[in-house]
C-alpha cells in the first residue's frame, strides 16, 4: 500500500489499541477478519470461528501490537518481496478486507511470484480456508 495508507492504517490501529484495549478491539475488528461466506454456509461455525478469533485478538500484548503495526507501517513490502531469492507464492482469500486480492496480487507481479486465490475465506486464511492452506504448503 502507499505510505499515505499505511500512516492512516497505523493511527487507527494505535488509536483503537488505546482507547479500546485488547479486548474492545478484538470486539471491534474480529468481524472484519471472518468472510460472510462462511456465515452464509454455516452459521453456527461461523459463531465460533469469530468467537475464536476474536479471544485471540483479546489476547494480544499491547507493546508486540504496536511493533508490528510500526513495522507494517514503515515497510515497504513490494520491495522486501521483490528483493526473496527463494521461490515464492503470494495467497490471499478473496473475500479478505483487510488484505484485499488486488493488493496481493500486484505484490505477486512485482515479486515475480504465482498468486492464488485461497477461494471465498477472509482475513483468517489459515482457519476458514484451512484445506487450501494446507494443500499450498504440502
Not at 495508507?5 to 489499541?17: A, F, G, I, P
Not at 452459521?43 to 510500526?70: D, F, N, S, W
Not at 471465498?120 to 492452506?133: I, K, Q, S
Amino acid at each position: 500500500a502507499a505510505a499515505d495508507v499505511r500512516e492512516t492504517k497505523r493511527q487507527d490501529r494505535l488509536h483503537n489499541l488505546e482507547t479500546l484495549g485488547p479486548a474492545g478491539m478484538a470486539a471491534k475488528r474480529g468481524a472484519a477478519m471472518v468472510s460472510a461466506h462462511t456465515a452464509q454456509d454455516d452459521a453456527e461455525a461461523a459463531r465460533a470461528l469469530l468467537a475464536y478469533v476474536q479471544a485471540t485478538m483479546a489476547q494480544v500484548i499491547p507493546a508486540g501490537y504496536t511493533q508490528a503495526t510500526h513495522l507494517l507501517a514503515d515497510s515497504d513490502l513490494a520491495s522486501l518481496l521483490a528483493a526473496v531469492g527463494a521461490p515464492l507464492l503470494v495467497a490471499s482469500g478473496a473475500a479478505d478486507t483487510i488484505t484485499p486480492p488486488a493488493g496481493c496480487e500486484a505484490l505477486a507481479r512485482g515479486a515475480h511470484a504465482p498468486y492464488v486465490s485461497l477461494g471465498p475465506v477472509g482475513h483468517v486464511c489459515a482457519l476458514e480456508g484451512h484445506d487450501a492452506v494446507n494443500a499450498l504448503l504440502q
